[in-house]
């Protein structure tokens, strides 16, 4: 029988779509990722808002991980996260960074680049009020990214806390709040049969042009 690391080499996906036509393409990458995510939203994609952030450290090493979009407008994408994290701490380095969205079921997939910025402080206390309480909870019990001694000493952190704020609404904490890219270049890709995907990039030139272009596969 052979191992999981040899199987893996073997899995092998055709992907069969109509492809891009770029006739039908917006002419602003934002309005085009509106008629994508619509898309996943109506075929039932599970979780469509899901995706993978990359950020750069001072190190110059990248680190990526998951995480879920809440919100896009003309300004960018917005995400929001602890401010002292791993992510925090590296966009506040070098505020450059990679969004990466992956739709499986319809074998497509958005690549954004572009700079990140803070949202104002209202948009991010506006938001956390939204949040369960549960989890507003956890954003202030969290110190994420350091070191934690134990579970057990984290969800005595939380108990601590939901005592503490029992009859009371819970405050954002200075620490955390929203994030938006500003994209400077997004591509939409499209899988296709044969791995002769289509692939249409938009660039930014000025403040408000976006050049589009086709690429290889």
Do not use: C
Request: cysteine-free.
């Amino acid at each position: 029988m052979k191992s999981v690391r040899q199987l893996i080499t073997i899995f092998r996906t055709e992907y069969i779509s109509q492809g891009i036509n770029v006739t039908d393409i917006a002419d602003n990458p934002i309005d085009q990722f509106e008629k994508w995510i619509e898309d996943a939203i109506k075929n039932k994609v599970k979780m469509p808002n899901a995706m993978h952030l990359a950020t750069i450290g001072t190190d110059g090493r990248p680190s990526g991980r998951i995480m879920l979009l809440r919100g896009f407008d003309e300004r960018g994408f917005v995400f929001f996260t602890n401010h002292d994290s791993r992510k925090g701490n590296d966009l506040k380095s070098s505020n450059y960074a990679s969004m990466t969205f992956f739709w499986s079921e319809l074998f497509r997939q958005v690549r954004i680049e572009g700079d990140v910025h803070q949202v104002p402080d209202g948009e991010s206390d506006k938001y956390f009020q939204s949040r369960p309480r549960e989890s507003q909870i956890s954003a202030l019990a969290s110190e994420q990214s350091r070191v934690l001694e134990s579970r057990a000493s984290l969800e005595k952190k939380v108990n601590e806390l939901e005592q503490r704020f029992k009859h009371q609404s819970i405050p954002r904490p200075d620490n955390w709040g929203g994030f938006y890219l500003s994209p400077i270049q997004i591509e939409f890709w499209q899988g296709r049969t044969h791995r002769l995907h289509d692939r249409i990039q938009y660039n930014l030139e000025g403040r408000n042009h976006w050049n589009i272009q086709r690429l290889y596969p």
